[in-house]
């Protein structure tokens, strides 16, 4: 099978019974993204079009796509233009109920930490806080807010932040390496499914 997306709306071709665009690269990394309004409330939500994009500077972006259901843009987008600020949160399986409670379209005049009972620790150089249990954290300056193509129903924009500072938990720590599937992090698939990484291996690069 093969067709121009741009033919079907929506990424449901004949024969699927639902949107299959996020089955197609996967296992996503959830970026786990708390903001910070003008006003100061905080938001927090999970984001799996969302990586690392370099190391040296160390980037990470995440996408706000769609908007909010009071109308505009979603509030980690609206945010991160107004201050500049934002955090990473790695979600782990221990947190993946209180992060899917953070997808909820909440009012926009609601601190969704508070409102889902998740702790907050504060960071060293942004001022949206961070996940008091998510085992790694990084802290970033907003360098770039790039809009996508957008449909007319859909206004995509892509958040691009600078790493200003790493948190890692010393429990995430084992014989100097970060014990990656120790930690059990989600990845998003498709549809309403998820992984989670409980099982690494190596391999060497060629040379
Ligand atoms: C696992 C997961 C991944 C998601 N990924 C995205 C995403 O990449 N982009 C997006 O716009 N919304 C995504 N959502 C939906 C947002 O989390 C949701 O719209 C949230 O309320 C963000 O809105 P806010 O910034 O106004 O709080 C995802 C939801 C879940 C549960």
Redesign the pocket.
Known sequence: MNFDPAEHPGLRPPGFRHAIYGALVVPRP?GWVTTLSADGIV?L??????NLVASDPLCFM?????S?REGGA????LNAEATGEFVFNLCTWDLREQ??A?????PRSVD?MRATGIEAAPSIVVRPPRVAASPIALECAVVEIVRLPSSEVTANAMVVGRVVQVHVADEAVVDGVIDVAGLRPLG?LGYQDYAVVEQAFSMTRPA
């Open positions: 959830i938001n939500a999970p984001f799996s079009f969302s995440y996408c706000a796509n769609g909010h979603k509030d980690s987008l992060m899917n953070t997808s909820a379209s909440s969704e998003r």
